[in-house]
């Protein structure tokens, strides 16, 4: 069946320091992927999303490529804050349902 | 707008009894969903609706029920409620289903 599956967590960084959060997805189709981050006692808020291969989802920094041919939707931030200390989920669409991954908790210090 | 809106934010039930967690939305959606959050588990897509008077299940449905009477309310049922229904439940919902999702401020069940 369809999945996401992402990078083991927790993640922590110092500030300004290089983002990458792997995920990769098994899908029958064409999938739309998503990205999204939740904040501490908050619900799940986009983040980015691209809708078909080689489309780049771009949002408050953050980045990721739609790649078919290695089915990976990699997030990455070039220079983290403290702010962006959050659990982030890779998800994707296909048909009428939403497949999300486990996600990956981000701690950025000072 | 509010957007999507959830109550309770917290309840604790016993074993047996029944409840319902109410779910809205004033953005004239018509796809709604029901997820529930565990640890380690990411979210799981319980129920969702196309659309008014349309239900159907996604991954684990059992022990829950829903209808959708309205665009605006997707009320999701717990008929006889157990410990492993202990989890955060999320409310979502979009334009269509290609669309992304908005979701709900949560609800934190606990089942003792």
């Known amino acids: 069946g369809d999945s996401v599956t992402q990078m083991e967590g927790p993640v922590t960084l110092s500030e300004e320091a290089f983002l990458t959060i792997n995920c990769t997805y098994t899908a029958t189709g064409y999938p739309s992927l998503f990205w999204y981050v939740q904040y501490p006692g908050e619900g799940l808020q986009l983040l980015l999303k691209?809708?078909?291969?080689?489309d780049k989802g771009s949002n408050k920094g953050f980045e990721a490529t739609y790649r078919k041919e290695t089915t990976s939707f990699h997030l990455e931030k070039g220079s983290v804050q403290v702010s962006d200390s959050a659990v982030y989920f890779c998800a994707l669409r296909t048909g009428n349902q939403f497949y999300f991954g486990t996600g990956t908790s981000l701690t950025v210090i000072p | 707008n509010a957007g999507v809106t959830q109550t309770p934010k917290f309840q604790v039930l016993k074993t047996g009894q029944s409840m319902t967690l109410q779910c809205a939305q004033d953005?004239?959606?018509?796809?709604m969903s029901w997820y529930r959050q565990d640890p380690g588990m990411g979210l799981r897509l319980i129920h969702y609706?196309?659309?008014?008077?349309?239900?159907d299940q996604g991954e684990v449905p059992n022990g829950y029920n829903v209808s959708r009477s309205t665009t605006e309310d997707f009320p999701l049922r717990l008929l006889s409620a157990a410990p492993s229904q202990t989890s955060v439940y999320f409310c979502?919902?979009?334009?269509?289903?290609?669309?992304?999702?908005?979701f709900g401020p949560g609800t934190r069940l606990t089942v003792t």
């Open positions: 691209a809708t078909k291969a080689d």
């Open positions: 609706s196309v659309g008014a008077g349309i239900t």
């Open positions: 953005m004239n959606h018509e796809y």
């Open positions: 979502a919902s979009s334009y269509a289903d290609y669309y992304e999702q908005y």
